[in-house]
């Protein structure tokens, strides 16, 4: 399985591996999404459900990015911001999914090289354009948590949108160290 696995994500090019090592490690993660939601929320974590399923999107991503290396990581962009505006809906504002904007811009910024601005800059500006958009719109959700369980869900989207960027950064130095490499 490790091996198919490695050969499924395997480029040459450093910014499409990175895009999927990130679209893998999603894609393993989100199936617990619930689980951390249940330990939170109790029974009412049932809203989290559908977002398990979108782990199916990010497995895409290598398969995409095989075809067409450009789409895929535009995909990995399009699919993160996509699964962060459905969380805010399905969990409200107060829980701080928006917070997740902040890895998607620093995402976009890294898969693209500079050659390439004119994909990163409207991609870069997406999760900006896409929260500013729906802010105070998307605060619909079917089922209102308290505010002990809003406080810890804040939490738990803060702990990851750090950890998110600081995975971003330890690839991005990854893909540096490859660039210098191929351009020796």
Do not use: K
């Not at 995409?64 to 962009?77: D, T, W």
């Amino acid at each position: 399985m490790i091996r198919w696995l490695r050969a499924y994500t395997r480029s040459d090019d450093p910014h499409v591996s990175a895009c999927n090592t990130i679209a893998m490690v999603i894609a393993w993660n989100q199936p617990y999404y619930p689980l951390y939601l249940l330990w939170i929320v109790g029974r009412d974590a049932r809203v989290g459900i559908p977002d398990a399923f979108s782990g199916l999107l990010f497995f895409a991503v290598p398969a995409i990015a095989r075809r067409s290396p450009l789409l895929g990581r535009i995909a990995m962009v399009v699919f993160s911001v996509a699964n962060v505006a459905f969380c805010s809906m399905m969990l409200g504002e107060a829980a701080g999914v928006q917070l997740l904007y902040l890895p998607c811009g620093m995402l976009a910024a890294m898969l693209f090289p500079w050659r390439e601005r004119f994909v990163m800059l409207p991609m870069t500006a997406l999760p900006l354009a896409v929260w500013y958009g729906t802010r105070g719109r998307l605060d619909i959700p079917p089922i209102r948590f308290s505010a002990d369980a809003y406080a810890s869900l804040f939490t738990l989207n803060a702990v990851s949108a750090g950890a998110l960027m600081v995975f971003f950064g330890w690839l991005l130095a990854g893909i540096n160290r490859a660039v210098e490499e191929i351009t020796r």
